[in-house]
């Protein structure tokens, strides 16, 4: 008579926030995976339901609690870790059946608190984890985390306060999980940290495995994954414009690197990048932009601005969608300033009335539109590469450029795709184009 195996406990995940909050579900569902639980895609079909909350914005952190709750309501046995976690008391106060709480980054409570909410059950005879981990995005792309915390202390950030101070992983273990990740299907890699261009700072860039803890360095051992025949494109995000960074952009003219750099400017009034406690340098970043250019021209520049930041004048408005004008940005993100608690900027005087704040936000949406329309507009007639990220059943396709991060950039729509899969770069012939998409077809 065959043995019937114990079925293994099952967990639910909800993972909020940035994609940094993404590797670190992908770490705790991998842990345990890896100790024997199943993975459940809804609430009715968990054991317990883990809940990795964002804790960056008073808005997340309302996001977070209804998560929280709706978890509560649907399962009932709940975890919550993540960000938010370090508010424990708000959390227990509102929901105080809540299981366990951890902070960010804190694996190894997350395991033990899943472990004693529902223990695991032995099986010798599976193997329950792929070489790669366990993924929360699709196979072909995938987000590699290289620091952890950050050396900056913005006005209106208490990201410090929740994650620490910079620490770097070691550039060799980073090489080896990209070369896992790439052995396992993923053609492109996503660099994330807080602060990308301070990594190593912390080791005094120290080697390891052959590889120097600095930025360039590890872009290129990371550049090296791939060949002409095999490509796998790696783009950096969250780059402060630090001089070094200069030294990447060679990198991209050489095809080791996705031309492609997403730098938070937050702001270009002097005025409010003094207030906002960030270096005050716009004029020579201009400068720097145009030397970027003239070495990679297809260079794409990400960023994200804040509008309505205390003091902020109409003028040093205007200076920003100037300096818009002047920068030609690819692709821009804009907030309104909301106060955070434990941020030094809810101190400051001179708040801007909220209908003031809407009112500019709609005007840098208007001016970074018409941006994006006229540097897309250009790419038409153009063959680009374009990494495939969904075939539908119609023989179209939805793919990006290599302009285009997943889930913050725009689309490349495919008619006529023929037999392609998620994870194919293909050369794409752009037709037409709008405000933030491109449409073309194979070539």
């Known amino acids: 008579m065959a043995t019937k195996l114990p079925l293994p406990p099952k967990v639910g995940m909800v993972s909020l926030g940035c994609p940094k909050a993404l590797v670190d579900s992908e770490r705790i569902l991998t842990k345990l995976r890896a100790d024997g639980y199943g993975l459940s895609p809804d609430y009715a079909g968990a054991d317990v339901v883990l809940v990795n909350t964002c804790g960056f914005l008073d808005s997340a952190k309302e996001e977070s609690l209804e998560a929280i709750g709706e978890a509560i309501a649907e399962n009932g046995r709940v975890i919550v870790t993540g960000c938010m976690g370090n508010e424990a008391d708000a959390i227990r106060a509102r929901f105080p059946q809540v299981l366990a709480i951890s902070g960010p980054h804190q694996y190894e409570e997350v395991v033990s608190a899943v472990h004693e909410a529902a223990p695991p059950v032995p099986n010798a005879f599976v193997d329950l984890v792929p070489e790669a981990g366990l993924k929360l995005t699709p196979r072909h792309y995938s987000y590699l985390k290289i620091s952890e915390g950050c050396n900056h202390r913005c006005a209106f950030c208490i990201i410090p306060s929740i994650r620490g101070d910079l620490v770097s992983r070691r550039p060799d273990a980073i090489v080896r999980e990209a070369e896992k990740l790439v052995a396992a299907g993923t053609r492109e890699l996503l660099v994330i940290s807080q602060d990308t261009s301070a990594y190593g700072v912390d080791m005094k860039h120290a080697e390891w495995g052959g590889i120097r803890a600095h930025m360039t360095d590890l872009a290129r051992a990371l550049g090296g994954l791939g060949s002409a025949a095999d490509p796998v494109w790696v783009r950096l995000h969250y780059v402060y414009p630090y001089p070094h960074v200069d030294q990447v952009i060679p990198l991209m003219a050489e095809g080791l690197l996705t031309p492609y750099l997403d730098i938070p400017f937050q702001h270009a009034a002097p005025s409010v990048l003094k207030a906002m406690k960030r270096p005050a340098n716009e004029a020579k970043v201009l400068e720097r932009i145009k030397s970027w250019r003239a070495i990679a021209p297809d260079i794409a520049i990400r960023s994200s601005f804040v509008v309505g930041f205390p003091g902020e004048t109409e003028a040093d408005f205007q200076y920003l969608l100037?300096?818009?004008?002047?920068?030609?940005?690819?692709?821009?993100?804009?907030f309104r300033f909301e106060p955070v608690e434990g941020a030094a900027a809810n101190?400051?005087?001179?708040?801007?009335?909220e209908e003031v704040k809407e009112e500019r936000y709609q005007r840098i949406m208007e001016k970074t539109a018409a941006i994006s329309a006229a540097k897309l507009a250009a790419k038409v007639g153009r063959t680009l590469p374009c990494i495939i990220d969904e075939v539908?059943?119609?023989?179209?396709?939805?793919?990006?450029?290599?302009?285009?991060?997943?889930?913050?950039?725009?689309?490349?729509?495919?008619?006529?795709?023929?037999?392609?899969?998620?994870?194919?770069?293909?050369?794409?012939?752009?037709?037409?184009?709008?405000?933030?998409?491109l449409y073309g077809v194979p070539a």
């Open 347 to 353: 101190a400051l005087p001179d708040q801007v009335p």
């Open 392 to 437: 539908d059943e119609d023989g179209g396709a939805n793919a990006r450029s290599q302009a285009d991060a997943p889930e913050i950039d725009g689309t490349v729509f495919l008619r006529d795709a023929g037999p392609l899969n998620p994870g194919d770069i293909v050369p794409v012939l752009i037709e037409d184009a709008d405000e933030h998409d």
């Open 322 to 334: 100037d300096w818009l004008d002047e920068a030609q940005l690819d692709r821009v993100g804009a």
